[in-house]
Structures are given as C-alpha cells and as structure tokens.
C-alpha cells in the first residue's frame, strides 16, 4: 500500500524552508519586530496568508489588520514566529483533497484554532516558550502527510479499515517502521526548527512518553486539543476524527484542567 | 463515519467529543443507509475513545441505531463504558431506554448469533431483578453458562475467583433484543432458537445467508429450538417446507425440538415431515445420540450427496477472483504476489503439517466460495500490518486471517461490481487444521491456483 522507498520519496520532496522565511525567522529570533515584518511583507504569499489569517473570526479582531508590522506587533515574537511556521506548513497543503474532505481555508481554519486554544493552555501552565508555542503548527503536518501518502489508496484505505480497526497511523508504521510523528519530526529537521518542537509533536502522539516531564505533559495537553479540535463538526464532517487513535488514558489526569481552560461544557 | 464488521457486529467508533454541534456529522444519510443494510446481528456505537459526551451527541447515533434495529431487526446499542459513562447514559434516556449497553465489546459478542464465543461460564450482575433474569435467559439460550448474583456484595464476592469465570458482566443493560434468530453451533449442528409466535415475519428475522452460508461450508444438521414457540402460522409452515427443500440439495436436514401443536394444527407437522423434517420432544435427544446424530449428517461434516460444480460463469470471472487476493496480498504486505501453476481438480495440499485455511462464501447473481491456504508462518507474515507484532497465538493469527479473507471478499465484491455482477459475502470461516478443510472440499472440483509473494507460497481455491 505505502512503501518505504515512496516514504522516503516524499520526504526528499519537502522543499527546503523558502529563503524569505529563514531571514524572517532569523529575526524573530533576535527579537526584531519591525525588521522582520520588513521581510515577511516581502514575501505576497506569507504577508496575504498572515492577513487572512489574523482576520479569522478566532482572533477576534473587530477591525480588518493588514498592515504586516501591525500583524507582528499584535502577535509578539512568539505569535509571530507561530504563525510563520503555520505558513510554512500549509506550504505543503495540496491544492486539491480527496482522503480528507478539507480545502485551504478549512485548514486554515485549523490551524488557527489549534493556535490559539494552544496559547490558552500554555497561559494555564504558566508556559512563556517562543518554541513551545510554536510546536502546535508541525501538529496538523500529520494530516498533510496522511493526504499525500494515502490519497491515492482511498478505496484501499477503506477496505482495510471496514475489516479491522486500524488507524492510519499504525498502517504506516507497521508498513514503514515509520509514523505520522516520525515524518513531522524529518520535517521540522529539514526546517530547522528546533529540537523541543519535534519533541512535544512526538509525545502529542499519545503512543510515545518522553523522559522529559514537561515535554510528556505537553505532549498529552496536545493530544487532546487535537482530538477536541477534530471533534469539531466541520473537521468530523471532512474524515479527520478517526485519522489516528486518540489514546483516552493516555490524557485523563489532565481531561478536568483541560476542560475549564478551554471552556469545555 | 462507517462501521466496522467482525463476527456479526458491526462496531461505530467515533473518537473525542460528542456534543449537540457534532453528533449529526459523524454519520451521512450515506452512512446510515449502508448500516442498515450490513447483515450483521448487532450493530453498537464504542464510547471507548470518546472522553466526553452529552445526550444531544448521543442523540444522533441513537436516532441511526434505532433506524437500523427498525429495519433489520439487529440488536443496537453502546459499549466500551466506565461506570461513570453507564450511570450518565442510564440517567440521560431514564424513560426511554430502549437500546442495549453492553460494559465491552466482549460482553456484547455472548449476545450476538456468531460462530465464536461458545459455552463461556459467566458471572453476572445487574441491579435490575428483571435485568438479571432476562441477561440469563438471553445468555443461556446463546449456548453459555449464566450465574447470577442476587446482590452487589455477592458479585463482588464472587468475582474474586477470578479462573472460576470466563467473563464476569455488570454495567450493562439488555433494551430491545434484536428479533434475529439466535444461532449457535455445537459440534457440527447449527441450533436456531425461535420463539413466540412463528408467522410471515421468520422471513426477515431468519439470517438466511447465514444458513446458506453454513451449507455451503459443510454443516448438514439444523435444529430448531422451539420450546418457546406457542404457535405457527400458514406463513411460517411454507417458509419452513421451502427451507427444507432447498436444503435437500446439500442433503442436510432440518429438526425442531420442543414444537408442540396445542395451538398449532397438527396437520402443520405433517406437511412438515412430508417435507423432510423431524421432530424431537428434547435437545438431548438429539445432541446425547452419537448414532442419530451421524445418521442426521452431524458427525462429519462431509456428508454432502449433492456436489455442486464450478461452472462457467464463475471461470470467467476467475480473473476477477485472483485480483482481488492478489491486490489484498500485496496491499498487506507490499511484496509483489506472483501466480504460479493453476488447474482444476479437486484440492490438492501437500504437506498437511501447520497450515491454516480460511473460506469465504459469495451469493448473488453468481455463487461459490474461495480458500486461501497457508503455512501458518506464512499467514503470520500476510497479516503482518493486522497482527502489528510477533505473536504465536494460532487464535489471533486465524482471527486475523478472517479479516484478511474478508477483505478478499469485499474486493471480489468491487470487482465484480465493476462487471455489472452483483454478489455478497458472507462471513468468513477459519480452520485450523487443513483436515477441518478437506471435510468441506475434499470432492469439490474447483480452480486451484498456486500463488507466492516474495517466496512465500500459499494456495487458492475457488470452487461452489
């Protein structure tokens, strides 16, 4: 179904960070706001993707913001850096789905949403990490790999799944001895993102505990924001709830905190 | 969202938060119209991966449930639940509790009309008296072994002996039972249970694919337990004199035990026995009675006068069927499946010594049955992607095969679908010795394939 030589095909296909980006987030780095914005509104596509982006009814901007120097001040170092990276991801989008029934603005809309229930839970934990907010953008890179690599064995997928309870996820690894998690991570290496941030993406697997207590914790507060977030109608509605396992035990010491930050009722 | 089927229960497994907003998106009208015409005895939502849940989000399901239970008369409802879950959804529909909820998915399996899960010693608990006894009847009439606890402290007691029970329930609830006739298999008879009140109705109740099915793979003994049964009408007495007669041609026979014709005219049993079938005042009667019990066609399951033989339309679909094993092969394994010689003969396996089998039945505008034989290793290595880690488990890896075989059969389905034929399948059956298999196809004549994926041989069989 999905072999390792197209596995290892499509991670070379990840094209390299695009040089515009790299200078961006160079600056972001050094805490330069204002040179920064210079940059990114350089570059069309990351300035209109960071406008519509901003001006999603999640942020709650009452007024249009389009000014990309007006984007970064609102949104900080961190935000700023996060939102580059989310564009950075939806980079890899397919123009057209066909596993999952999603389009541009839907995944954008996920994005943002991951975003910024994610910043919620890191004020919760008392968390002011530019990379750590920044790990939740690599998250929905699962479901673009997933589109990629299975697309074009949907029938097969479907087969395969009305027999057995198999998820996606174990499908590639038991085929591979490669997962979702472990592409993201190749991912984020090819980047240059930090360490940290592949880190939590592979502890917000549910099927991976990390040594670090912080990083594990992360990585279960993640997990969970994922499946609440794919729990949404519009995400039940495009085939993403059931992609992967959501590992239940694995978040169950922190289900009532997660409920009050994000306001579950 | 759709639902996955394995031994007779189709399963829903949504995943995360089921609220109000959502509920409604995780089935399509597609997807509600496709469960209720799957042929499964149970169809059940799993809240195992659901971490939060309301009842305007179960809403959605229950309306799908209760549809599917209006028209194919299954047996619906929840599993995989806390006590928590269970004291919420018991509360949530206190009124109008009218599905099942089964604490496992195990528990629900020793409700279902399957081939597995026989004869279990059960220890059961409900806080309901009426529940308690009606778990008992349900159990017992499925072939297990109910004890009941008459109180909490008992079971909890009780439970302690942990090798004394094969499964121990509480935190379930028996709503509407499906109408389905129970079946259950002992030996190599098929024992249905009916009850109440036999008229036009068997015809949907009676799992006839099922049955057809079972003659297919061998079984030649069908008894009815009637003890239940107060009467029957002119309806049922021509379904049943028609279900004798197409069984004649497999040469099995038909039994009920325990009919009596208080409120039945006796001139029923007659036209009945003209049709071929007997009765019996008691199971053991039956069942206690080696000799009868071979005379009937149970002690082997061989016992066929009437071989059917493969016949044209099924050679010219013979590409078909070989596509579809070798695209499920190669699906599961990634290695390039080869054919190597064919013919027709009668099944010809060398080397008898650990090799398992699996057969599946197809029906429709042509009919017959395929089997795949492998050496057990071999088999591990084909179900590699199901099984996931090394296991010696015969059980597992015959399981396991099933689902491979069944996946065989649904794309045999697509295939033939393609072709404008229209055929379904029914549920596979597994062996774990190749003798268990030659009893059912050692005279049939059918297309016998040699196939390899990397050098890994395995065989095809397709034959009617």
Redesign the interface.
């Known amino acids: 179904?999905?072999?390792t030589e197209k596995l290892n095909s499509y991670i070379e296909k990840v094209p390299p960070a695009p040089q515009a980006l790299r200078d961006t987030l160079h600056l972001l780095n050094l805490g330069d706001l204002t040179k920064a914005a210079k940059v990114a509104a350089g570059d069309l596509a990351l300035s209109s993707y960071l406008k519509t982006l901003m001006n999603k009814s999640i942020y709650g901007f009452r007024n249009e913001v389009s000014d990309i120097s007006q984007i970064f001040g609102i949104l900080g170092v961190s935000g700023s850096q996060q939102a580059v990276y989310n564009y950075m991801i939806s980079l890899l989008s397919p123009t057209k789905w066909s596993l999952f029934k999603l389009n541009a603005t839907a995944f954008h809309n996920l994005q943002a949403e991951l975003s910024v229930n994610w910043k919620k839970i890191l004020t919760h934990l008392a968390i002011n990490d530019k990379d750590i907010e920044s790990a939740v953008t690599l998250l929905p890179a699962s479901i673009i790999i997933s589109e990629a690599l299975f697309s074009e064995?949907i029938?097969?997928v479907?087969?395969?799944?009305?027999?057995?309870?198999?998820d996606l996820n174990?499908?590639l690894k038991?085929?591979c001895g490669m997962d979702l998690f472990d592409i993201c991570e190749k991912i984020s290496q090819k980047w240059e993102m930090q360490e940290s941030i592949a880190k939590i993406i592979q502890a917000s697997s549910g099927i991976k505990p990390q040594e670090d207590k912080q990083i594990d914790t992360l990585g279960k507060w993640m997990h969970?924001l994922l499946?609440?977030t794919?729990?949404?109608?519009?995400f039940?509605?495009a085939g993403l709830?059931?992609f992967i396992?959501?590992q239940?035990e694995n978040?169950?010491d922190i289900?009532d905190d997660f409920?009050s930050v994000i306001g579950?009722s | 969202m759709r639902a996955m089927v394995k031994d007779g229960m189709g399963i829903f497994s949504p995943q995360g938060f089921l609220d109000g907003n959502n509920g409604n998106f995780f089935l399509s009208i597609e997807d509600i119209d496709a469960t209720t015409k799957l042929k499964v005895d149970m169809v059940l939502v799993s809240l195992k991966k659901v971490v939060f849940f309301n009842r305007n989000g179960l809403d959605a399901f229950v309306k799908m449930l209760l549809k599917v239970r209006a028209a194919n008369h299954a047996t619906v409802g929840f599993c995989d639940f806390d006590h928590k879950k269970f004291e919420a959804i018991s509360k949530f529909y206190t009124n109008d509790l009218n599905f099942s909820l089964f604490k496992t998915q195990e528990i629900a399996s020793l409700f279902a009309a399957s081939f597995k899960n026989q004869n279990k010693n059960v220890l059961l608990y409900s806080e309901d008296k009426s529940q308690r006894a009606a778990m008992a009847i349900e159990l017992h009439d499925n072939g297990h072994n109910p004890i009941v606890a008459q109180s909490e402290a008992e079971y909890l007691e009780k439970s302690k002996a942990t090798s004394a029970y094969d499964i121990m329930i509480d935190n379930t609830y028996l709503g509407m039972m499906g109408q389905k006739v129970a079946t259950r298999v002992t030996g190599n008879a098929i024992i249905y249970t009916v009850s109440s009140f036999l008229d036009a109705e068997i015809g949907n109740t009676f799992n006839i694919s099922y049955h057809n099915n079972s003659l297919n793979v061998g079984f030649r003994l069908f008894i009815f337990d009637a003890y239940k049964v107060v009467s029957m009408n002119v309806h049922a007495l021509n379904f049943f004199s028609k279900l004798a007669s197409s069984g004649a041609e497999y040469n099995a026979t038909i039994c009920f035990v325990g009919l009596t014709f208080e409120k039945t005219p006796i001139a029923f049993k007659e036209t009945l026995e003209d049709a071929g079938i007997m009765f019996f005042d008691h199971m053991d009667d039956i069942l206690k009675n080696k000799e009868l019990l071979e005379e009937l066609g149970a002690s082997s399951a061989a016992a066929v006068k009437n071989k059917r033989a493969i016949n044209k339309a099924i050679v010219t679909e013979l590409p078909n069927f070989i596509d579809a094993t070798v695209a499920t092969i190669e699906m599961m394994t990634n290695a390039t499946a080869n054919k190597e010689t064919a013919k027709v003969s009668t099944i010809e396996i060398v080397e008898k010594e650990d090799k398992i089998a699996s057969s599946i039945g197809f029906y429709g505008d042509i009919d017959g049955m395929v089997v795949l034989v492998f050496p057990l290793a071999i088999a591990k290595k084909a179900c590699a992607l199901l099984i996931g880690e090394e296991t010696d488990d015969k059980e597992l890896v015959l399981d396991t095969l099933a689902e491979l075989v069944n996946i065989v059969g649904g794309k045999i389905k697509t295939l033939l679908a393609d072709v404008k034929i229209s055929v379904n399948i029914t549920l596979p059956r597994t062996y774990t010795e190749v003798d268990a298999l030659l009893e059912v196809v050692n005279d049939k004549k059918g297309v016998q394939l040699d196939l390899k994926f990397d050098d890994d041989k395995f065989l095809f069989f397709l034959t009617r």
């Not at chain 1, 794919?230 to 519009?234: A, K, V």
Request: without cysteine; hydrophobic residues 45%.
């Open positions: 179904m999905i072999t064995k029938e097969d479907k087969l395969l799944r009305s027999a057995s309870a198999i174990t499908v038991r085929l969970l499946f609440y794919l729990s949404q109608p519009s039940v509605e709830n059931d396992d959501f239940v978040v169950m289900y409920s579950v």
